[in-house]
């Protein structure tokens, strides 16, 4: 059992950068892609980016890409997800996740999920 717990969200303003991190218990991110999604109220939960643990490869949706940065820390079994340039359509509750999923950038496959964290981005 793995249990992923984020942090690190909050209140910011537009152009503001923000990072979540996403620690891990019960066992190490080994072998397991890390994915980040996100859900804004009467929405679905949509693919933010991921990370493949072993080899550091990342990809982001292209909502994010250039903005975003997904980045690991062996030591500390934490993933975290850099946020620049935000805007108040980032606004949502923002999602670790970690499994061995077909492909990363949908919901199937991931076993493991955090409970979320809120980050509000206001104009």
């Known amino acids: 059992q793995v249990q992923l717990a984020e942090s690190g969200g909050g209140l910011v303003q537009a152009g503001d950068s923000l990072r979540l991190s996403c620690a891990a218990s019960g066992r190490t991110f080994s072998n397991y892609i890390v994915g980040w999604f996100r859900q804004a109220p009467g929405k679905e939960r949509e693919f933010v980016g991921e990370i493949n643990w072993n080899i550091g490869y990342t990809y982001f949706a292209d909502s994010v890409k250039g903005r975003f940065i997904i980045s690991r820390d062996n030591a500390k079994n934490t993933v975290y997800l850099r946020m620049n340039s935000l805007k108040p359509e980032d606004t949502a509750v923002y999602y670790c996740?970690?499994?061995?999923?077909?492909?990363?950038?949908?919901?199937?496959?991931?076993?493991?999920w955090g409970q979320g964290t809120q980050v509000t981005v206001s104009s």
């Open positions: 996740t970690a499994g061995r999923p077909q492909s990363g950038t949908t919901l199937d496959g991931y076993a493991y």
